[in-house]
């Protein structure tokens, strides 16, 4: 699965990384209007899910304002190592949806070892 991860720019929003969802591995691809670079982990290993929902109010050059929805989603992996997933845009929910369906927040309850019944 491709979530974009989407930032406010000065001109609207802005692609700032692209994140490749497989069974096993999160990819973050940075950069994607230069030389990329490349984020590797494990999808598996989330220790911390936090999504932050917000709108952001601009006035447009022409002078119409217009309100932007905006979202991160931060994944801790390890102690020091972080993925977040960002959105601005007029569709918060899709990209919510396409977030949590292939990261799904059950995700931290897998590895959590055996569960008391």
Known sequence: MVIPSIVLGTDGPKLE???LVSERLLVEVKN???PPCFDFVDR???LNYRISLGEHAVDRAEGQPITYQ???VD???FT???STINYAG????SWLETV???IPIVTLLDQQGPRES
């Open 75 to 77: 994944l801790v992996h």
């Open 44 to 46: 598996r290993r989330v």
């Open 90 to 93: 007029l569709d918060v929910r």
């Open 80 to 82: 020091m190592f972080r």
């Open 17 to 19: 990384s692209i994140f």
């Open 32 to 34: 994607p209007t230069g």
């Open 100 to 102: 949590i369906r292939a």
């Open 70 to 72: 905006t979202a991160s």
